[in-house]
C-alpha cells in the first residue's frame, strides 16, 4: 500500500528504530495506542515537550500525561503512592486506565504544566510500550490531534490534522479503542474520575467508595 510522505507502517523493517532515534534527538512523533493515535516525546526532555505543546497548538496549562513500559515505570516518575495505584493496575493495565499520582520531582516543570501530579498510563500497544523502554523512561504522549479537535483513530488521520509538522507518523492501522482512556485522579480523597472512556464508572466503584 502506498503511504503519505512522513507516514510509515510499524511493520516496516526499522521503522521502530526511526522512531526511537527521533525521540532520542528530542523529536516529536506520532505513534499508534491502544486508545487513539498520540504525538509522543521523550518525557525529560523540555524543549521536546514544549515542541509538542506547539504541534498540538495545546495550552500550556493542560499537562501532558505518560505512556509507560511496564508497571515498574511508575517507582521512577510517581512518589508517595497509594496503595491503590497497584491494584488498580493489576485489575485495568495494559489498558485505558490513567492515573493521576504525586510526580516525582525530576520530571520538567512543562511536561506537569507546574502541577505536583503526574497522569500515567500502561497501554495496551506493543509501539509505545516498546519505545518507551528503548528510550529508558516513560513517553510524555497526548492525542495527535489539533488542540480540541476530534482525536485520531488512523495515521491518515492524524496527517490531516499535523501533516508537516512531525518528522514520523507510525501507522499500524485504525486504533482498536478509538476512544481516550479513563482518568482517575488517586491524589483527592475519594478518588475522582475526571474522564470517562473504556473504563467506566461501574468498573471503578471499588475504588470510589471511601477511597
Avoid at 505543546?53 to 515505570?73: M, T, V
Avoid at 516543570?109 to 507546574?114: E, F, K, S
Avoid at 475519594?190 to 464508572?201: A, C, D, S, Y
Amino acid at each position: 500500500m502506498m503511504l503519505r510522505a512522513g507516514i510509515r507502517a510499524v511493520s516496516d523493517p526499522g521503522a521502530l528504530d526511526q522512531a526511537l532515534a527521533l525521540l532520542k534527538s528530542g523529536e516529536v512523533i506520532a505513534l499508534p495506542t491502544d486508545t487513539v493515535y498520540g504525538v509522543a516525546a521523550d518525557c525529560a526532555n523540555a524543549a521536546a515537550i514544549a515542541r509538542l505543546y506547539e504541534i498540538k497548538e495545546r495550552p500550556r496549562d493542560r499537562p501532558i500525561p505518560l505512556l509507560l513500559a511496564g508497571e515498574a515505570d511508575l517507582l521512577s516518575v510517581a512518589v508517595d503512592l497509594p496503595a491503590a495505584v497497584w491494584e488498580l493496575a493489576r485489575a485495568f493495565w495494559p489498558g485505558g486506565l490513567t492515573l493521576v499520582v504525586p510526580a516525582a520531582d525530576w520530571l520538567p516543570d512543562i511536561r506537569t504544566a507546574g502541577q505536583p501530579s503526574v497522569a500515567v498510563r500502561l497501554p495496551d500497544h506493543r509501539v509505545p510500550r516498546v519505545l518507551a523502554a528503548g528510550l529508558g523512561r516513560p513517553l510524555a504522549v497526548t492525542s495527535a490531534n489539533i488542540s480540541d479537535q476530534p482525536s485520531p483513530r488512523t495515521a491518515e488521520e492524524v496527517f490531516e490534522q499535523l501533516n508537516s509538522r512531525l518528522p514520523l507518523i507510525l501507522d499500524d492501522g485504525p486504533a482498536a479503542g478509538g476512544v481516550a482512556s479513563t482518568i482517575l485522579d488517586l491524589t483527592t480523597t475519594p478518588f475522582r474520575i475526571l474522564r470517562e472512556g473504556p473504563i467506566t464508572r461501574e468498573q471503578l466503584a471499588p475504588w470510589l467508595v471511601g477511597a
